[in-house]
């Protein structure tokens, strides 16, 4: 059964950006690209990708490569952006634009790349499985929420990668 999985990077008090919306706190940081719960092992798992229009916008502006256009993705927003290869712009219901991401999928994970309250919405909807994240060792005292919702978590597999303490949980349902 495919799973619907938030993958992020967090700082160890709960923020996925800075409140520039900078992530050089993160990007500055010592990963094994093929060490626990790498990048390239997760994405080589994931069919389809949601984020929302802050998190587009930083890739757009900060990724040289762009946005990966063999990823269907949607990005939630009600700006007429300009939709990359690939990515399909929404602001229709969560649960609604999920069953689309599950269809594209085709039999394999879903991911929910952020921000925090996009991950809360597939949250409050019953649709999220699995949060994985990857602290870095910083403490920001502000900036985006990694996810501001209170929910049970089920911690299933935890361990070092480098300078990040990496954790995979389940959502408790
Ligand atoms: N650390 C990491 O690995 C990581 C991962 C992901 C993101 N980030 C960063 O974290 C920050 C997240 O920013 P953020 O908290 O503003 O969250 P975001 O989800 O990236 O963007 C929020 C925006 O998405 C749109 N949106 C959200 N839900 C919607 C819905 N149901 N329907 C239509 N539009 C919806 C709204 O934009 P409109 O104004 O268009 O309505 C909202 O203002 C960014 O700086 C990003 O780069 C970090």
Redesign the pocket.
């Known amino acids: 059964m495919p799973k619907t999985i938030y993958y992020?990077?967090?700082s160890l008090d709960g923020f996925?950006?800075d409140p520039d919306?900078s992530?050089a706190w993160?990007l500055s940081r010592d990963i094994d690209e093929d060490g626990l719960m790498n990048f390239a092992g997760f994405r080589a798992t994931i069919g389809a990708a949601a984020?929302?229009?802050?998190?587009?916008l930083?890739?757009q502006s900060n990724d040289p490569d762009g946005w990966d256009a063999t990823l269907p993705s949607w990005v939630?927003?009600?700006?007429a952006l300009i939709p990359a290869l690939g990515v399909t712009l929404?602001?229709d219901a969560?649960r609604a634009v999920h069953a689309e991401m599950t269809d594209a999928a085709a039999g394999r994970d879903v991911w929910v790349?952020?921000?925090?309250?996009?991950a809360g919405?597939f949250l409050d909807e019953g649709l999220l499985d699995e949060i994985w994240v990857q602290y870095a060792p910083v403490m920001l005292g502000a900036g985006?929420?990694l996810l501001p919702r209170r929910t049970e978590l089920r911690l299933e597999e935890a361990g070092r990668n480098r300078d990040f303490l990496v954790a995979r949980y389940a959502v408790v349902r």
Do not use: E, K, N
């Not at 984020?51 to 587009?56: E, H, I, N, R």
């Open positions: 992020t990077a967090s996925i950006a919306d992530l993160l984020m929302g229009a802050t998190t587009y930083w890739v939630f927003t009600h700006r929404t602001s969560v790349i952020g921000g925090g309250d996009l919405q985006a929420p």
